[in-house]
T-cell receptor, first 111, second 114 residues
Framework: GENVEQHPSTLSVQEGDSAVIKCTYSDSASNYFPWYKQELGKRPQLIIDIRSNVGEKKDQRIAVTLNKTAKHFSLHITETQPEDSAVYFCAAGSGTYKYIFGTGTRLKVLA | DADVTQTPRNRITKTGKRIMLECSQTKGHDRMYWYRQDPGLGLQLIYYSFDVKDINKGEISDGYSVSRQAQAKFSLSLESAIPNQTALYFC?????????????FGPGTRLLVL
């Protein structure tokens, strides 16, 4: 069935360093790729998304890249700060209501 | 997002009990969803609804039922709760946007089944 693999499951970086989280999807019909951030005890919130007709999108310290040929997309966070510590989820959507979520990456930014 | 609310926020129940989790939204969105979150498993779709008359099963609907009472309200029921239904439950909403639509999540309901 359709699935989204997300790696790594945990990631620790020093404050100021960059963090990269990678996702691979199986459904070639997927055309929408959102990223959600979930702080401890809070709800998931959209931080950035990318559509299939775009290869890269950037919003301040956050960027997402998409390689449709290889069916993978990545989240890049530069100049990490302690408040970036959270669980990050990728998802893939295929032109319907439905997302398939990755299993999450717990990011710890060490001060 | 204060526009999507869930009640209760925490619930402890016993095996075999029937419980209902409620979701309300003021975003005016037609589409509503119920997800379950378990550690290390991400978010799994239980049920979704495109409008009041449309209810669909998601990936893990067994043991759950839903009711869409109005555009703004979508309830999830566990008819006979079992311990492996202990999880964090999220409601979400979205507006149709050609399949590329942002989902907005409620604050979650933490359920413990003893």
């Amino acid at each position: 069935g359709e699935n989204v693999e997300q790696h790594p499951s945990t990631l620790s970086v020093q404050e100021g360093d960059s963090a990269v989280i990678k996702c691979t999807y199986s459904d070639s019909a997927s055309n929408y790729f959102p990223w959600y951030k979930q702080e401890l005890g809070k709800r998931p919130q959209l931080i950035i998304d990318i559509r299939s007709n775009v290869g890269e999108k950037k919003d301040q310290r956050i960027a997402v890249t998409l390689n449709k040929t290889a069916k993978h997309f990545s989240l890049h966070i530069t100049e990490t700060q302690p408040e970036d510590s959270a669980v990050y989820f990728c998802a893939a959507g295929s032109g319907t209501y439905k997302y398939i979520f990755g299993t999450g990456t717990r990011l710890k930014v060490l001060a | 997002d204060a526009d999507v609310t869930q009640t209760p926020r925490n619930r402890i129940t016993k095996t075999g009990k029937r419980i209902m989790l409620e979701c309300s939204q003021t975003k005016g969105h037609d589409r509503m969803y119920w997800y379950r979150q378990d550690p290390g498993l991400g978010l799994q779709l239980i049920y979704y609804s495109f409008d009041v008359k449309d209810i669909n099963k998601g990936e893990i609907s067994d043991g759950y039922s839903v009711s869409r009472q109005a555009q703004a309200k979508f309830s999830l029921s566990l008819e006979s709760a079992i311990p492996n239904q202990t999880a964090l439950y999220f409601c979400a909403t979205s507006r149709p946007s050609g399949g590329q639509e942002t989902q907005y999540f409620g604050p979650g309901t933490r359920l413990l089944v003893l």
